[in-house]
């Protein structure tokens, strides 16, 4: 029986049990599209990233959920990154690697001190925008949440927003009404479906450039994300293009907080870039990441 070493890492966070975890498989070279799904399905983690090839600097990525695969993964990126150089993939000391996924090629900065890995900064697929839904779909999807629209926060933008997977960015007045959200998660599953968006993100601001979310995705299977890189990085170039958070020249900067509500408290980093006409240039995400378990599948 063929056996498939794998291992359990928890991104956006420095200590096991928090963040967000995802399964790693370092080595799926020969790996069929069937096997890579078989493998996400019985791994029961929400998120799988799969290294399929490797030359150099350059690695190529599959990210599944039980559900299908998916173009990109933020937390499973991160804990990726910081992964393949703890384990030897790259030299000692390369602080830049290059994640090849299925619709294009993202660049990774590593910050390392005394020698060791500590942060990746990744650049996100380019953002895309929709237009913001009516305010009475907005609504259901409010009252989905089990929340009414006294909650949304009249000053932050609302809309549809793209950086690897669509989100509906739900701005409420204070962290608290974020933790106090019960979703109906049938009732939001068919909302998205309807809106053909992945996940419903409720944030909150808690300073200029800090922000509190927790993120639904019921329509994926998962009702709910611990800590979201991809939707993060969304909100980062929502928040930059309506103006809303303050910035240096040419760089605007945020801190997400999510996971606390269920336990797993994370930090998500977010850098959006402008060139000198205001339009953005790049997002992009980052945190920490740190070993759960190493383990192994009999196939």
Request: overall charge negative.
């Amino acid at each position: 029986m063929a056996k498939l070493p794998y291992l359990v890492v928890d991104a956006f966070t420095e200590t096991p049990g928090g963040g967000n975890r995802v399964a790693l498989v370092l080595d799926a070279r020969g790996m069929t599209y069937q096997e890579m799904q078989q493998t996400a399905s019985r791994l029961g983690q929400s998120q799988v990233a799969f290294v399929s090839d490797w030359e150099g600097q350059n690695f190529h990525v599959h990210y599944f959920t039980p559900a299908g695969e998916v173009e990109f993964a933020g937390h499973a990126s991160v804990a990726l990154a910081l992964t393949l150089a703890r384990e030897g993939y790259i030299p000692p000391e390369t602080k830049r690697l290059y994640l090849r996924t299925t619709v294009e090629t993202l660049p990774v900065d590593l910050e390392i001190e005394q020698g060791v890995p500590v942060r990746a900064l990744i650049r996100g697929p380019a953002p895309r925008f929709r237009d913001p839904p009516s305010w009475k779909i907005m609504r259901e999807f409010v009252e989905a949440l089990g929340a009414n629209e006294r909650y949304v926060h009249r000053g932050l933008p609302y809309g549809v927003a793209f950086t690897g997977l669509w989100s509906l960015f739900i701005p409420l007045v204070a962290p608290g009404l974020v933790d106090s959200l019960e979703p109906d998660h049938a009732k939001l599953s068919e909302l998205s479906a309807a809106l053909e968006i992945s996940t419903v993100h409720a944030y909150a601001p808690m300073g200029p450039r800090t922000f509190y979310a927790r993120d639904f995705a019921p329509v994926l299977g998962i009702p709910e994300d611990p800590v979201t890189g991809s939707a993060n990085a969304a909100l980062g170039a929502l928040l930059a293009r309506a103006g809303v958070v303050p910035r240096w020249e040419g760089e605007l900067s945020l801190v997400v907080l999510q996971g606390h509500h269920l336990g797993q408290p994370g930090t998500v980093q977010v850098r959006v870039f402008y060139g000198p006409s205001g339009a953005i240039l790049g997002v992009y995400l980052g945190g920490t990441a740190v070993l759960a378990a190493s383990e192994v599948l009999e196939l």
